[in-house]
């Protein structure tokens, strides 16, 4: 019981009034328009890259020197050119397709010795051991070496992309199933699953946010190295992609053009993390749950 003061004067009962809502009365208040705009992701990123270019545009009109820094205006124009008379366009499509061979090569190799490493201690050790040894040197530096194995052409570019993308894909990997709660691992094992279907269908689930930020770490890794690696190997053999275009334009003086080159690899990049990436994240870790 809760005891009361019989010398406190009596309490006068108070009285508020609720408002009452109508049919028509606003619950919640209405988004402005371009309050509505500007939660959009894409157009404040299209703002930004029409900032730089306006930067870029300002930069190269005062500096007054299209041998050094041409505007935006005169890289669009040489950007536009190249692309109407294919040149551009098949050196594009040069690079994505050794790049997507080294790629998915540089995938498979990581996927293998990431299994190898979460089923068994001796490729525990394996994968710690070759990724301390390996993954600290850059790819470039292996370039003497692939000249020497492989010779000028395909197969030097694989390897080098291939180095580029396998060491951090497999650490991320590794971590990701690492990092894979006990409840999941149990509930893996009550079912009596065998080792592969154990790191399918628990393991590799459960890690894939991991798993896709090594594959996009990896593709940008393979991306720059792929165009470091035309520069030399492109004018060495007679072909190349992106960078043989970059390169060769830069020996004939043709500057805004290799920043069309340049322009040409910075689209495509964002069009892998904008398009390509955001489309499987919203198909796996978004429609999971397991990222806002």
């Not at 971590?175 to 009550?190: E, P």
């Not at 904008?274 to 990222?291: A, H, L, S, Y």
Request: aromatic share 12%.
């Amino acid at each position: 019981m809760t005891a009361t003061n019989p010398f406190a004067p009596p309490r006068e009962d108070q009285f508020f009034e609720v408002p009452v809502f109508g049919e028509n009365a606003d619950v919640e208040r209405p988004i402005p328009f371009w309050e509505r705009l500007w939660n959009k992701g894409w157009l404040r990123k299209c703002l930004i890259i029409a900032a730089l270019a306006a930067l870029w545009q300002a930069y190269g009109v005062f500096s007054d020197n299209s041998l050094l820094f041409p505007t935006f205006t005169d890289t669009m124009e040489a950007f536009r050119d190249n692309i109407a008379n294919g040149v551009l366009l098949a050196r594009a499509w040069t690079s994505v397709r050794v790049l997507l061979m080294g790629y998915a090569l540089g995938i498979v190799l990581a996927t293998v010795l990431s299994v190898l490493a979460i089923t068994t201690r001796i490729g525990n050790d394996f994968l710690e051991t070759l990724t301390s040894m390996f993954n600290p040197l850059p790819a470039i530096a292996l370039l003497p070496l692939a000249l020497l194995w492989f010779g000028l052409g395909l197969g030097s570019l694989i390897f080098v992309l291939v180095h580029s993308v396998l060491w951090v894909m497999a650490l991320n990997m590794h971590a990701g199933f690492l990092g894979v709660s006990q409840t999941m691992r149990m509930v893996g094992r009550n079912y009596g699953l065998g080792k592969l279907s154990y790191v399918m269908k628990i393991l590799v689930p459960a890690a894939f946010p991991s798993i896709l930020t090594g594959m996009k770490v990896g593709w940008a890794f393979a991306w720059r190295t792929l165009i470091a690696a035309e520069l030399v190997f492109g004018v060495s053999s007679g072909q190349g992609g992106l960078g043989w275009f970059i390169f060769e334009n830069k020996n004939q003086l043709e500057i805004p053009s290799v920043f069309a080159g340049l322009f040409s690899v910075i689209l495509i990049g964002l069009a892998m993390e904008n398009i390509v990436f955001r489309k499987i994240e919203e198909k796996t870790v978004r429609r999971w749950g397991m990222q806002h």
